[in-house]
Every structure is written in C-alpha cells, then in structure tokens.
C-alpha cells in the first residue's frame, strides 16, 4: 500500500519560515515527479511547487515564487518544501503528491495524480 506523508506544518507568525517534508512507503519517491499543492477552507486546491523525477525541472506559482523552494533528497527518498516570508494567505492545508508524468502533475487533473498525502496545516497568523 502506498502512503505519502507530510510532516512540518505548524503555527507561525507573519514572516517566519517553516519546511515541510514529504516522504513515502510503497514506493519509491526518487521515481516520482513531486508536487506540493494546498487547499485553503473554501478554496480549490491548487499546486504552489512541483519537480521532476530527476530533480531537474521545477515550477512555483506566481504565489510563491521566490519565498518557497522545493528541493529533493533522493538519497533519503524526501521531498521538502522551503518556506519563507509566510503571509496570512499563505495558511491552507499543505498535500504531497506524486506522479509518473511531471506533465500530468502540472497541468493534468488533481484527480487523475497517483498519489497523494493526506496534508499537513500551515497556519499564519499574529
């Protein structure tokens, strides 16, 4: 059976960091495209920071680009997501996913993505 599991989320203030990490059992994350999506109450999900299989290509969201960094430790079988300067906009449930085709993962069909974790909650608020 496969799981991702994120782990990280918290309670920060308005400007202050967090990382979240993703990492999975089933398989073997190093074989997967990797995107970071979040879902805020009342909103869609919506993808903020994906990367290839090979560690090569990566996409950020108008949102997020240049705060956020998505790096991948195929030795460890991680996926984090590096944030900096949260905002309050920023406060959402925050979802590993996994896919064989980056190209599905960024632009295909939440619902069609192999995997996907169960979320981790990023709270910002002063």
């Known amino acids: 059976q496969v799981q991702l599991v994120e782990s990280g989320g918290g309670f920060v203030q308005p400007g202050e960091s967090l990382t979240l990490s993703c990492s999975a059992s089933g398989i073997l994350l190093e074989d997967y495209a990797v995107g970071w999506f979040r879902q805020a109450p009342g909103k869609e999900r919506e993808g903020v920071a994906m990367v290839t299989s090979s560690d090569g290509a990566r996409w950020y969201s108008n949102a997020v680009k240049g705060r956020f960094t998505i790096s991948r430790d195929n030795t460890g079988g991680t996926v984090s997501l590096q944030m900096n300067g949260l905002q309050p906009e920023d406060t959402a449930n925050y979802y590993c996913?996994?896919?064989?085709?980056?190209?599905?993962?960024?632009?295909?069909?939440?619902?069609?993505?192999?995997?996907w974790g169960k979320g981790t909650l990023v709270n910002v608020s002063s």
């Open positions: 996913a996994a896919d064989n085709s980056y190209i599905q993962l960024r632009t295909g069909d939440i619902n069609d993505v192999d995997y």
